[in-house]
């Protein structure tokens, strides 16, 4: 990332550290900017999802390490596809004390719901931490073992094979308009508050299949319950080997999810610089390194300009598939 002069300036001064070799004066040091009280973190999703558990991950590195004067209090707000955490961050009260967890529905949500208002590119911009990846999922007991056997038992159960998903025309539901066009399939999607909810309806067997993040189904994959079939990424992931990407078997798809942290419309420059720099650190850590690893979390830290010009690329892509799939 490429590091402003105003916030390497506040970084400093928050860390009372000499610039140029001098010492700052007194004056200066104490009017860098840092929370006076409780910082509300919102989260764009239901509890234990993906973008819940990196949320907590971030508040308890943080606060174990000292780095902010205030707490960070996790709130989720996973009500109307996202659009109940936007609105929360549009309106929030303090916006130097208000931030939010969020993934790839800040864009899609404000483009099929217009009459919210919400315009992304008037929020603060404070860190990109990664870009989360999906695979195809299925139970272990379904006896799938290849997308072969999965498009051919999703075309034989047509519409009653049931696709569970994260909210409604959102990342999961992209996912499987993309499944049903490329195999000629006709899933059923259903929609559920949160990637936990989800991953515990196949892992129920009340769902056929998902296209879950890593770090939602892991404790089934782990106990053998739920099995990847395949990977919607550029290259197959580390902790899932045997799992193909769609793109070498020849279907130009790939696709992420950002894992940002972001502000509300109205934040001072002050604490903009605060933020970008509490969050640079932590994705510098040891512990975000290894969250990442075992996630398997893709992508580096992007802030300030070079994520909004992130936030205004992806709003186009997102734009351009919903309209592909008629949502728009």
């Not at 707000?77 to 993934?103: C, F, N, Q, W, Y």
């Not at 499987?176 to 899933?187: E, I, P, Q, R």
């Not at 942290?261 to 720099?277: D, F, K, L, T």
């Amino acid at each position: 990332m490429q590091i402003t002069k105003r916030l390497f300036l506040s970084a400093a001064l928050a860390a009372g550290l000499s610039f140029a070799g001098a010492s700052l004066p007194e004056t200066a040091a104490s009017a860098a900017w840092e929370p006076v009280k409780p910082i509300e973190f919102v989260i764009m999703a239901g509890k234990g999802g993906g973008a819940d558990k990196m949320a907590r991950l971030l508040q308890a590195v943080i606060q174990e390490k000292g780095w902010a004067s205030k707490p960070l209090n996790p709130i989720n707000k996973p009500g109307g596809s996202g659009s109940e955490a936007l609105l929360h961050l549009k309106g929030a009260r303090d916006p130097d004390h208000t931030i939010m967890v969020t993934l790839n529905s800040f864009y899609t949500t404000p483009l099929r719901q217009p009459k919210i208002g919400i315009d992304i590119a008037t929020f603060t911009p404070i860190g990109r931490m990664a870009e989360d990846t999906f695979l195809l999922w299925v139970h272990k007991d379904s006896g799938i073992k290849t997308i072969e056997d999965f498009a051919a038992a999703a075309k034989t159960a047509g519409n009653s094979w049931i696709m569970a998903g994260t909210g409604k025309l959102q990342e999961d539901q992209l996912l499987t308009d993309f499944l049903n066009a490329s195999y000629g399939l006709n899933m059923k999607y259903i929609p559920y508050k949160g990637g936990g909810k989800v991953a515990k309806q196949l892992a129920g067997k009340h769902a056929n299949s998902t296209v879950n993040n890593p770090s939602e189904q892991e404790g089934f994959y782990a106990n053998g319950d739920t099995v990847p079939i395949a990977a919607f990424t550029d290259n197959r992931l580390e902790m899932f080997p045997n799992a193909p990407t769609f793109k070498e078997m020849g279907k130009e798809f790939v696709y992420y999810m950002q894992r940002s942290v972001v502000g509300a419309p109205g934040m001072s420059a002050e604490a903009a610089a605060y933020y970008q720099a509490l969050f640079q650190k932590v994705f510098d850590s040891e512990e975000w390194a290894k969250y990442r690893k075992k996630k398997s979390l893709q992508g580096d830290f992007l802030s300030g300009q070079a994520l909004m010009d992130y936030w205004m690329k992806e709003r186009d892509i997102h734009k351009a598939m919903l309209k592909k799939m008629g949502a728009l």
